[in-house]
């Protein structure tokens, strides 16, 4: 499975990104998504991630709120919609999956190990 993360880039505080995850020749909606960050000098931190099949979501304490996680079945895509940013939200953001669980609705949290699967990553930096 290829995974790749996209919509990074710099934004002023308060801000908002939407990143997008794709997949080449992969069903994400049969995956586990989950999207991680990981800060310079930092160890990779869970964001949020999003059931096989259905819409279950869970998000990272320190994000909810201000983060929504959703797939776009048409489109192949999860993305992560992010607003109100702050200079801490400042990593590279990679998304992951783990599947495929084909019609079957399957929750994980985010623990990265759990993932089998992941994209490079895009650079968030928030920043005045």
């Known amino acids: 499975v290829q995974l790749q993360a996209s919509g990074g880039g710099s934004v002023q505080p308060g801000g908002s990104l939407r990143l997008s995850c794709t997949s080449s020749g992969f069903r994400l909606a049969d995956y586990v998504v989950g999207w991680f960050r990981q800060a310079p000098g930092k160890e990779r931190e869970g964001v949020a991630c999003?059931?096989?099949?259905?819409?279950?979501?869970y998000y990272a304490d320190s994000v909810k709120g201000s983060v929504t996680i959703s797939r776009d079945k048409a489109k192949n895509t999860v993305d992560l919609q992010m607003s109100s940013l702050k200079p801490e939200d400042t990593a590279v953001y990679y998304c992951?999956?783990?599947?495929?669980?084909?019609?079957?609705?399957?929750?994980?949290?985010?623990?990265?190990?759990?993932?089998?699967?992941w994209g490079r990553g895009t650079l968030v930096t928030v920043s005045s």
């Open positions: 999003i059931s096989s099949t259905a819409g279950t979501t």
């Open positions: 992951a999956a783990e599947g495929p669980y084909p019609g079957t609705v399957v929750v994980m949290g985010l623990g990265p190990d759990d993932y089998d699967y």
